[in-house]
């Protein structure tokens, strides 16, 4: 399979189809793919046990009816709370999976965009993890790594040279745009752009530095369909349907 499109823009669930599950579990990424996704973003931070569980925030609060910081908690104690019964009453006892835990329920069925919520020294070991992972599943060929943290990406660079790699650019820090990436010291393939920040201009500079654009959250028909005309090589949303 080839990781990019050809003629059109790959449609990404944003944490899954979270427009209508309960975002970074199972139940939202199977939902995606139902929908006809190309593939599944999704957000991983460590666990006080070195564990990537795939949650988004730094607490529990908003998406479980727990309490605690992912990082103080051990995988199994963030897997004893719900993840799903904030959404509503047809997902109670989803949990918040574990990177391992998606992978073997979806093999190379999909593409993965994996968002790292790595940002301190620390955190470093949790890159091997999931380097381990990845070749445990032989899912090289399915799996984008992106982050705002370039200290991220530059372990990952670092460690392999067989995975691709996309810097994460938001409206809070559109001056990314205007450094010259080179000297950030990654060999990155992809710009991941709040969708705001783009604009015929700027998938043209893309292009001439032979960059994939990577765009996100983009849940407006009219704003996909514009972004589709311009040419960016993928799509993520809350709402995959095709």
Do not use: C
Request: charged share 30%; net charge neutral.
């Amino acid at each position: 399979m080839r990781f990019w499109g050809v003629r059109r823009p790959l449609i990404f669930g944003h944490r899954g189809a979270s427009m209508h599950a309960p975002e970074n579990t199972l139940s939202a990424f199977r939902l995606a793919l139902e929908m006809g996704a190309d593939g599944i973003e999704l957000d991983i931070t460590p666990s006080a046990d070195g564990v990537p569980m795939v949650i988004h925030d730094p607490a529990l609060e908003r998406t479980t009816d727990g309490k605690g910081d992912v990082r103080q908690l051990s995988a199994g104690e963030i897997q004893k709370y719900d993840a799903g019964i904030r959404f509503g009453s047809k997902y109670a006892g989803e949990r918040v999976p574990t990177l391992k835990e998606v992978f073997e329920a979806f093999g190379n069925r999909t593409r993965y965009n994996l968002d790292m919520k790595t940002f301190y020294p620390e955190d470093r070991p949790m890159v091997r993890t999931i380097l381990g992972l990845i070749e445990q599943y032989q899912l090289a060929p399915y799996v984008l790594i992106s982050s705002f943290s370039l200290d991220t990406l530059r372990w990952f660079s670092e460690e392999s040279r067989k995975l691709r790699l996309g810097v994460l650019i938001s409206q809070y820090t559109p001056h990314m745009l205007q450094e010259d990436g080179r000297r950030w010291g990654i060999r990155y393939e992809a710009l991941h752009l709040e969708h705001p920040l783009v604009d015929e201009d700027l998938v043209r500079r893309a292009r001439a530095q032979r960059k994939k654009l990577v765009v996100w959250t983009v849940n407006e028909a009219e704003r996909k369909r514009t972004l589709t005309l311009l040419g960016v090589d993928a799509i993520i949303t809350d709402d995959p349907v095709r």
